[in-house]
């Protein structure tokens, strides 16, 4: 099955900054990956589609990009709903994969 | 809105059959656009995809869990299930539905269920 492996496990920063998380397949995925969030108590978020689409209702601060095997969410200026978990995952091959996530906390 | 909540015991000992189900609402089960997926996150790992159900007949499971599961369709209901047996701690876990929209974005999940959260003890 192909592995993603995200980085970091954790960003530590502050409302404003820029945040940039990667996503590495261990198989080329072609750009058939997605993002999502994830925050306690609420259903899990689609935020990106095909490595660059944004989902229906995403604020355009959230962009991915990437293909083959490197992919990256940036969010442009962090607000406070942006704090949360966040997760890639792939299409391209059986079983659908998950990353391990990373958590975007506030410094 | 398309809304998922997923229903069922909290609590399952080892051994026995997990059992959940998930309703749709503000939308058909039946539209054959979508597939419904069971994924689960056990406490701090990442997610894991259980397997979907398209139509009745048509079903794809993990690899991994494949011999334990069994999802089914109930468009009576507008409901879908999943059964996971001979379970053990490490199936303790939150549980989610989710909906794949095919025409769209593929085996991507675009409306989730809130999740709920299963523990395996005796």
């Known amino acids: 099955e192909i592995v993603l492996t995200q980085s970091p496990a954790t960003l530590s920063l502050s409302p404003g900054e820029r945040a940039t998380l990667s996503c590495r397949a261990s198989q080329s995925v072609s750009t058939f990956l997605a993002w999502y969030q994830l925050k306690p108590g609420q259903p899990p978020r689609l935020l990106i ?18 293909s083959g095997t490197d992919f990256t969410l940036t969010i442009s200026s962090l607000e406070p709903e942006d704090f949360a978990v966040y997760y890639c995952q792939q299409r391209s091959d059986w079983p659908l ?7 975007v906390e506030i410094k | 809105q398309v809304q998922l909540q997923e229903s069922g015991p909290g609590l399952v000992k080892p051994s026995q059959t997990l059992s959940l189900t998930c309703t749709v609402s503000g939308g058909s089960i039946s539209s054959g656009n979508y597939y419904w997926s069971w994924i689960r996150q056990p406490a701090g790992k990442g997610l894991e995809w259980i397997g979907r159900i398209y139509t009745s007949v048509t079903t794809n499971y993990n690899p991994s869990l494949k011999s334990r599961v069994t999802i089914s369709i109930d468009t009576s209901k507008n409901q879908f299930s999943l059964k996971l047996s001979s379970v053990t701690a490490a199936d303790t876990a939150m549980y989610y539905c989710a909906r794949e929209n095919i025409p769209v974005a593929g085996s991507t999940f675009d409306y989730w269920g809130q999740g709920t959260l299963v523990t395996v003890s005796s």
């Open chain 1, 49 to 66: 589609y095909d490595a660059s689409n944004r989902a229906t209702g995403i604020p355009a601060r959230l962009s991915g990009s990437g």
């Open chain 1, 97 to 103: 994969t998950f990353g391990g996530g990373t958590k």
